[in-house]
């Protein structure tokens, strides 16, 4: 085997394993959603179809500010300025924006 082809074989399993860890985060944030919007916005598909990708890029940029800017004044707040957000909020992006309105998926849950 070449050089080059040897390289290829290795970048073609280091990304197929990359793939695989990224999803874990996916399933991570769906258990977030389900213990903590659900019962506010409804089971995953229809809570992650109330914005499309770019939608949920913004909510959570910088930290998700804008997220938690949109649930001051509602029975949420408390749970967006805690500890649990924030060690959440990655995995709750991912999940949201993987079956955003305009992906094309459907979560299993619902």
């Known amino acids: 085997m070449t050089k080059s082809t040897s390289f290829f074989l290795a970048a073609v399993v280091a990304v197929g394993m990359m793939a695989t860890t990224a999803s874990a985060d996916v399933k991570k944030g769906q258990k977030a959603y389900l213990k903590t919007c659900k019962n506010c916005h409804g089971n995953g598909t ?9 939608e949920w890029e913004d909510l959570f940029a910088n930290g998700g500010a804008n997220i938690i800017k949109k649930h001051a004044g509602t029975k949420g707040e408390p749970l967006f300025n805690g500890d649990g ?26």
Not at 46 to 54: E, L, R
Not at 85 to 110: H, I, M, T, W
């Open 46 to 54: 229809k809570g992650a179809a109330m914005h499309t990708q770019d």
């Open 85 to 110: 957000f924030k060690a959440q909020s990655q995995d709750l992006r991912d999940f949201l924006f993987e079956y955003g309105s305009d992906s094309g998926n459907v979560p299993s849950c619902g």
